[in-house]
């Protein structure tokens, strides 16, 4: 019995790997141009919300220009950008696409700037790093 079994098995793989199969998808029309201006929309798109460090918030301009100056000193590397959001100064560092990518990073500047946090901003996609 497990003999036969054995045969039968064998013949159907035999059987089954000389099949060419081709599987053919038809997509109605409106599925395909729906798709088409996704893709385009995506492409257009300069900017993403993503993550940015945030070291300093004051209604004061000259401790932020201060704080970026520093930040600048330290980190040369690192963009910085500043936003006035009335009455507030920001200084905001970096960008991210997503909070855990700047984890370490926010927690290594915390001993220069204890009160840096994460922020949500839309980052654009070429200051990303891939």
């Known amino acids: 019995m497990k003999k036969l079994y054995l045969i039968l098995v064998g013949m159907f793989l035999l059987s089954a790997s000389s099949i060419d199969a081709q599987v053919l998808i038809k997509e109605e029309p409106a599925v395909a141009r729906l798709m088409n201006d996704f893709v385009y929309t995506n492409q257009q798109k300069e ?10 918030t004051t209604n004061d301009r ?12 330290l980190y040369p590397e690192i963009n910085v950008k500043w936003k006035q959001e009335v009455p507030f100064y920001k200084v905001q560092i970096g960008a991210y696409e997503t909070k855990e990518e700047l984890q370490a990073f926010l ?18 996609i070429d200051e990303l790093a891939f």
């Open 47 to 56: 900017s993403i919300k993503g993550w940015r460090i945030q070291i300093i």
């Open 62 to 73: 000259r401790n932020s220009e201060n704080a970026k100056a520093r930040f600048q000193r």
């Open 107 to 124: 927690q290594e500047i915390k001993v220069d700037f204890p009160s840096a946090i994460p922020v949500v901003d839309n980052v654009g």
